[in-house]
Nanobody, 113 residues
Framework: QVQLVESGGGLVQPGGSLRLSCAASGVIFSAHTLGWYRQAPGKGRELVASITSGGTMYYPNSVKGRFTISRDNAKNTLYLQMNSLKPEDTAVYYC???????WGQGTQVTVSS
């Protein structure tokens, strides 16, 4: 069974940076597309970045140029580098191994002065 543990969230001022990590187990990590999602209070879960097994990345316009997804297959770990953070980036961030519908506990990111 896929198990995911997200970490790295916290409180940061607008314009600041954070790097999230996601440790995965129970899956052949290198063979799958991976993604980061976020869920803000009262809103649905949205995809903010994905990376295929071949390294092709996708970002929605809302984070393009500010967020960078990367993967370390040797460590079974997914990363999300978030720069120029805005208050609207405040949410709980989750990682996912496609096509599985397993989720970790998430990590809270709060952007506030």
């Amino acid at each position: 069974q896929v198990q995911l543990v997200e970490s790295g969230g916290g409180l940061v001022q607008p314009g600041g940076s954070l790097r999230l990590s996601c440790a995965a187990s129970g899956v052949i990590f290198s063979a799958h597309t991976l993604g980061w999602y976020r869920q803000a209070p009262g809103k649905g879960r949205e995809l903010v970045a994905s990376i295929t097994s071949g390294g092709t990345m996708y970002y929605p316009n809302s984070v393009k140029g500010r967020f960078t997804i990367s993967r370390d297959n040797a460590k079974n770990t997914l990363y999300l580098q978030m720069n120029s953070l805005k208050p609207e980036d405040t949410a709980v961030y989750y990682c996912r191994v496609f096509p599985f519908d397993n989720w970790g506990q998430g990590t809270q990111v709060t952007v506030s002065s």
